[in-house]
């Protein structure tokens, strides 16, 4: 049985992961390798330093490669940052004969693909969503079918050209050659959301480190993808301003809130024991007793120091409150509404946040739940929370690649390997 290797590479703020599995026909990708290393170089989803970007992915591919003994070519890699947008676009053919055919789907989504984008753009994703036939809506297998005109509607993502070019630079100098760049929100959502709701409609929102993806579904098809400039070390800076520690102590403080809230600290000193007899005590008059503000021991996780939980819930939320407003106002201009049906899906490692989903709630006013990445076997323990949904479904798009056509690194230029021996099968994936 035929077994070939698939290797991704996240691109994070925060780390860079990178995932090795081996493929055999007709059975889930098994992990055989998996890194994941400080990330340095990459500021809010971007390049910024070269050589310190090279220098995180070499170490984090070569320790993957060094646990499954193989060693990587083609990758796929993720992409990030806040010029990450979207458009959805139509392409019109007739059709050639008296039935459709694969050649006159390609011509249609090739078609929707001529538009006019600034020169600083490159569509990265060209994704079908529905396709028309004689004015006949909602078709998602459009071949075989008899009509004299095919529409095709599509959601096209788009990044500008630096973005992918530096990320494939660093990619080069490690030896691996760049197979395609996903956007990371997208990749996401392969390996968290279910069917059912991208049926009913939902929001996905990636909270990373530097970013917050955004994706929604409506029908089954991604109708809007962006990005915005905050996440996770948002909410660690300001906790290191607003109680006065490190960022490292920050960081820790963070991650370790359900540890620090479910302690049985209550603020109070030790009592002072005084020698003093009883009938002198019951003579002095009681002072009224004050409330005392709850707080937190940071002893319990190493940092000598007591806080205010009511001052550290105030900064976490205020700081999720202003991401999940910038990312309901982006959505807002785009013409869609944050509050779909089947409610608001959080992954990436912030949406580990303690009371994430709550909060949710009480701001959309829709379900919000955590998503955790499924779907591989193998080494799945060190990836198995939702900080690593990206890179999991990474390797769930080159599995199927659900149907889109990948640019590669020359602009207009389409990447067809594979496609028209894929197309049927990815048709039929869209079937609900």
Known sequence: MARRIITAIDVGSSKITTLITSVEDGKCPTVIGVCAHPSKGIKKGVVVNIDDATSAILESVTAA?????????DVYVSINGEQVTSLNNKGVV???????????????????????????????????????????????????MSGGRLEVETHIITAPNSYWQNIKKCVE??????????????????????????????????????????????????????CIPLGGS??????AIGLQVSLEEAEKIKVNMNKLFDSKYDGSKPKEIKNIPTILRKAEPEKPKKKKEEELDLNAIGIDK??????????????????????KENISKAGYDIAMPAGVVLTGG?????????????????????????GLTGMTEEISDPSYSCVQ?????????????????????VDVRNFFGKIGEWFKSLLP
Not at 351 to 364: E, N, P, Y
Request: glycine content about 10%; aromatic content about 6%.
């Open 65 to 73: 490669e060094r646990m499954a003994g193989v060693t990587v070519s």
């Open 94 to 144: 007739a059709v050639a004969g008296s039935e459709i055919t694969i050649d006159d789907t390609y011509r249609a989504i090739e078609n929707a693909r001529t538009l006019s984008l600034p020169d600083n753009l490159n569509p990265i994703h060209i994704i079908p969503r529905e396709f028309v036939v004689d004015s006949q809506g909602g078709i998602k297998y459009p071949i075989g």
């Open 173 to 226: 100098q490690v030896g691996a050659t760049v197979y395609d760049v996903i956007f990371s929100a997208w990749a996401s959502s392969l390996a968290v959301l279910t069917d059912t709701e991208k049926e009913l409609g939902v929001t996905l929102l990636d909270i990373g480190s530097g970013t917050t993806g955004i994706a929604i579904f409506q029908e089954g098809s991604i109708v809007y993808s962006g």
């Open 234 to 239: 948002s909410i660690t800076s300001d906790i």
């Open 306 to 327: 007591v806080v205010s939980k009511n001052m550290l819930e105030k900064i976490v939320g205020a700081r999720c409150e202003e991401i999940f407003q910038m990312a």
């Open 350 to 374: 912030t949406s580990l946040l303690r009371d994430i989903t709550k909060f949710t709630q009480s701001l959309v006013g829709v379900a919000a739940r955590v998503g955790y990445p499924s």
């Open 393 to 413: 479904g990474l390797i769930k798009h080159a599995m199927d690649d659900e149907g889109e056509i990948s640019t590669t690194g020359e602009k207009g230029k």
